[in-house]
């Protein structure tokens, strides 16, 4: 259906990327590649006062790790380049210009002053100031509209202050239709006349936005809900350019796991969550925000979860790769209304992508954690204790907790465990399993719990009596997986110094 499908992520640099600006290059990633499209990456550095040096780093960065890049943008393919509005200042005057050259826009001379002033009446009346068709002439405000050419080159050549105002048409119903949302209408009265350029040489988001869009041969503009109060403004842009305008699609907004409104990082920290994607070292103040990356997560388990928030495929499936992603994606599944975020169901997406990894791929994550404990098995035993282990894990980091008695004789013993199952007679029972296990020639798992389950027969004795004290001594609580794969993995020796250990101990 589509053609020459060529959509942009445009986050400006002012600190780290939030999950839900992940989501929005997401969603711009997977539209693209469904339709054979281009993924634009612009930086949207106009604002000077708000610019982070390593923001944009930063989301570059996060873009990797997600494993959905750009195609084209800074440094990369530069076709339509450059890609930083920053280095782009010198075109957005021109259009500027033109808008004034054809009546759409007008020089403002206002002081800041004279419009707190002017703010200040409103207020006293009740009202709210907007600067628009109602006082833009004729009132207190000074502006290209009523003062004359001669005046107003006088102001500019004598270098006083100016802004750059869109004369928003007056009387319309705007039409427009947005992908997710459908239709909207709009009374232009309603809308204020924005500043599209500032007298310091530095267009505004609008204007900087909108011509971007056009010169890069945007075609979907697919952007978070924040910006659909920018959508009017936008698309008369459009039209006074007399250019085609792209197809909008505003993506509903992630919202707090409880409560009412967005997603913060302030939800993050009290709940317990990361809000971004990568860990964020604020350079001015030092702090440190944790990100997905470093909680553990795999970059396709936190890419599915993000999928799923503002999307559905309309059926019941929730797992879906990358790929699959880019297959079921529609805008026309997207959802109108918020997402709520759920941090439990991030873990769940986690454990579900741990059980799809090999147990090659996550021993090689173990490795380095256990040589870090100077733990130096052999791969092929690592191996073994991950393929028992990881159905419990949600993060690699569990590992350890699963299974350090795959490596470590236990020192302590789960009290409360201990003083149920370890009881009167019980180190006597424990000595004569030691004989019987001594006896064991062959001592792989299934042979190890049939002979001993034999000799518990035999005994006549109920097999929590053994069972329980046996994993206690060898685990040091009652968790862990199979007890004889646990017997077997450690061997005779062990198991036997483990058993007396704890007949020492407890
Ligand atoms: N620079 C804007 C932002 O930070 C881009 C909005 C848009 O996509 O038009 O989100």
Known sequence: MESNVRVRFAPSPTGPLHIGGVRTALYNYLFAKKYNGTFVLRIEDTDQTRYVANAEQYIIDALEWCKIPFDEGPGKNEKFGPYRQSERKELYKEYADKLIETGWAYYCFDSSEALDAERKAHEAEGKTFIYNWHNRAGGTLI????????????????????????????????RMEDEIRGNIRIDTNTLDDKILFKGDGMPTYHLANIVDDHLMEISHVIRGEEWLPSMPLHV???????????????????????????????????????VFPLEYTNDATGDVSRGYKEDGYFSDAFINMLAFLGWNPGTEQELFNLEALIEAFELKRVSKSGAKFNPDKAKWFNQQYMQTKSDDELTDLYLPILKEKGITKDKEFV?????????????????????????????????????????????????????????????????????????????????????????????????GPHLFDIIAMIGKEETIKRLENAIEKL
């Open 236 to 274: 008369l842009l459009y039209k006074a350019f007399g250019w085609d305008a792209p197809k909008f699609a505003h993506l509903p907004l992630i919202l707090k796991p409880v409560g009412k409104g967005k997603l913060s990082k302030r939800d993050g920290d009290k709940l317990g969550f990361p």
């Open 143 to 174: 502006n290209s509209l009523v003062l004359t050419d001669e005046e107003v080159q006088n102001r500019i050549n004598s270098g006083e202050n100016y802004v750059i105002r869109f004369k928003t048409p007056q009387d319309e119903l705007l």
């Open 383 to 479: 191996l073994k204790v991950v393929s028992s282990i990881k159905e419990r894990a949600v993060f690699v980091h569990d590992f350890w907790d699963l299974s350090n008695f795959f490596f470590e004789t236990p020192t302590e013993y789960d009290a409360k465990a201990s003083k149920k199952n370890w009881k009167e007679g019980t180190a006597e029972l424990m000595q004569e399993l030691i004989t019987q296990i001594s006896s064991i020639e062959d001592f792989t798992s299934e042979n190890t719990e049939k002979e001993i389950k034999e000799w518990i027969t035999a005994k006549e004795i109920g097999f929590g009596k053994v069972m329980q004290p046996l994993r206690l001594s060898l685990v040091g609580k009652l968790a």
